[in-house]
T-cell receptor
Framework: TQLLEQSPQFLSIQEGENLTVYCNSS?????LQWYRQEPGEGPVLLVT?????EVKKLKRLTFQFGDARKDSSLHITAAQPGDTGLYLC???????????FGKGNQVVVIP | EAQVTQNPRYLITVTGKKLTVTCSQN?????MSWYRQDPGLGLRQIYY???????DKGDVPEGYKVSRKEKRNFPLILESPSPNQTSLYFC?????????????FGNGTRLTVT
């Protein structure tokens, strides 16, 4: 099973600040997905990145896939309380129908 | 509304008493899967199904059974639950089950085995 390491595990910031969380692996992935999970709910897909070096933006969230397709980052600009949640990255490999999940980045945005 | 529905949301049971957690999706998805989520361990896959009558073990299949007799349903069966199966369980589905297909998750079933 391929391992995805997410860091930091826990991050607490004030509303309006910026933050970056990371998803790293020693394995190459054909694609990487980011999900957000709020308390009492299942994870919800935010974005899928496929090409090395790819950058995708979703409002104040910026996702980047590393050039070597082994890592990814999520940057949140001017964080809002609604950004609070557990952010999960999941990597997929060519021809493999199973995703490998990281343990998540717990983000808390304090009003 | 497109969704994955799990029932029940909460379940407390005793060791050894068989139980079934149901999962249904209305998106005509080929792929369905069960995960358990535990503090410090993240999401771990229990079983998955690529299509009707096709199921495969995930990372932690011991103590669980599944069946896929219809495309929309994928129940999780615990024949003899034990306390170490106390966890938060998620059912998920995707259109194709490839590495690019996004997963749609249910809202979870919190199981406590005493």
């Amino acid at each position: 099973t391929q391992l995805l390491e997410q860091s930091p595990q826990f991050l607490s910031i004030q509303e309006g600040e910026n933050l970056t969380v990371y998803c790293n692996s020693s394995s190459v992935f054909s694609s990487l997905q980011w999900y957000r999970q709020e308390p009492g709910e299942g994870p919800v897909l935010l974005v899928t990145v496929v090409t090395g070096g790819e950058v995708k933006k979703l409002k104040r969230l910026t996702f980047q896939f590393g050039d070597a397709r082994k890592d990814s980052s999520l940057h949140i600009t001017a964080a809002q309380p609604g950004d609070t949640g557990l952010y999960l990255c999941a990597g997929g490999s060519y021809g493999n129908n199973r995703l490998a999940f990281g343990k998540g980045n717990q983000v808390v945005v304090i009003p | 509304e497109a969704q994955v529905t799990q029932n029940p949301r909460y379940l407390i049971t005793v060791t050894g008493k068989k139980l079934t957690v149901t999962c249904s999706q209305n998106m005509n998805h080929e792929y369905m899967s069960w995960y358990r989520q535990d503090p410090g361990l993240g999401l771990r896959q229990i079983y998955y199904s690529m299509n009707v009558e096709v199921t495969d073990k995930g990372d932690v299949p011991e103590g669980y059974k599944v069946s896929r007799k219809e495309k929309r349903n994928f129940p999780l069966i615990l024949e003899s639950p034990s306390p170490n199966q106390t966890s938060l369980y998620f059912c998920a589905s995707s259109l194709e089950g490839t590495e690019h297909s996004p997963l749609h998750f249910g809202n979870g079933t919190r199981l406590t085995v005493t």
